[in-house]
């Protein structure tokens, strides 16, 4: 498979000797995968997957990508930096309602060039027919339009990040779980592809509805011979939907900004890093065990969500 390079890799692979330790694990137990430096557009997991859904767009004479996504949209955010670097037209087509006041990845949207079509209150399919609908639209004026999924995520994509287990394999002489956010699937599936099932624990943020057999079709496009009932999904981060803030992730967020300086996001980062506590409390991460937290980015995220900005200022000391 081509793709086209839009990101600085290797990621450094960082132990948290502090934060280990206040869970209850030895210093050297836990580590992080820091894939939110990876240079385009504020970083995050999506570069590796655009690496290769831009190579085939360019390969097939498109001037302009279109991809779908939540209002806040770390995939939209990065698809439009990486538009931005190679030359192409991006336009996203988001759910909700332009804001009176943008703030976060929207900000950024606009910063990096993109056009964006707001469609209201609308699902995942609504969003791809209404993207489909556009493409439609730009060819009839002699555009050629590439259509990127949500998320990013199909089994071409994918193959970034097994270019990333491939580089976690270098970095670590052994590994017994890798933590991940399970969001539109193919960061987990890339991961398990490459890595195995037994090693990739991912965790389910709400942003679809059957993240399960969402990871197992993608394995099963890539052909891979691990997508069996052994894909191993926490489901208990979501609380009320998937823009709550809820408890877990407060907590995990203090803590890892506390003990590690590290800022994750209240939508993906924070659900898998709430996961990962949740696991070491309840015993299925235990002491002695090399576990690797992937921080996929998000930032910009974090100060488009005001629930975690009202909390994250109630913690300032006066």
């Known amino acids: 498979m081509n793709k086209i390079a839009l990101g600085t890799w290797n990621t450094p692979l960082e132990n948290l000797p502090r934060l280990a330790v206040a869970l209850g694990l030895n210093a050297e137990d836990l580590w992080i995968k820091r894939d939110d430096l990876s240079s385009l557009g504020g970083g995050g997991n999506k570069i590796r997957k655009l690496e ?3 190579a085939k767009a360019v390969e097939l004479g ?3 990508l279109v991809t779908v996504g939540a209002a806040q949209s770390n995939h939209a955010r990065l698809t439009a930096a990486a538009g931005a670097k190679l030359g192409l037209n991006v336009e996203l087509v988001l759910a909700g309602q332009a804001p009176e006041h943008p703030t976060g990845n929207i900000v950024l949207d606009g910063l990096f060039g993109a056009k964006l079509h707001w469609l ?26 590439s259509f990127i999924p949500f998320g990013g995520s199909n089994a071409y994509a994918a193959q970034g990040y097994v270019d ?40 389910h ?38 823009s709550a803030l809820t408890e877990p992730v407060k907590e995990a967020l203090r803590l890892i900004a506390q003990y590690e300086g590290i800022v994750l996001d209240p939508i993906y980062t ?20 090399k576990t690797i937290f992937l921080h996929t980015g998000g930032l910009p995220g974090f100060f488009g969500h005001p629930d975690v900005i009202q909390y994250a200022t109630s913690l300032s000391r006066v």
């Open 52 to 54: 290769y859904s831009c």
């Open 62 to 64: 498109a001037t302009t």
């Open 120 to 145: 209201g209150d609308a699902d995942d399919g609504q969003l791809e027919q209404a993207a489909q609908q556009r493409i439609q639209d730009l060819q009839q004026q002699g555009i050629t339009a």
């Open 164 to 203: 990333c287990a491939k580089e976690l394999k270098q970095q670590a002489e052994h590994i017994d779980h890798v933590v991940v956010a399970l969001g539109s699937g193919g960061t987990m599936a890339g991961l398990v592809h490459e890595l195995g099932a037994d090693l990739v624990y991912g965790v």
């Open 205 to 242: 943020t709400g942003a679809v509805t059957d993240p399960e057999n969402r990871v197992r079709n993608l394995l099963a496009d890539m052909q891979s011979s691990d997508y069996s009932d052994t894909i191993r999904v926490r489901l208990d981060q979501v609380g009320d939907g998937y």
């Open 270 to 289: 924070g659900r898998a890093f709430a996961g990962l506590v949740a696991a070491v409390r309840d015993g299925t991460i235990q002491k002695g065990q």
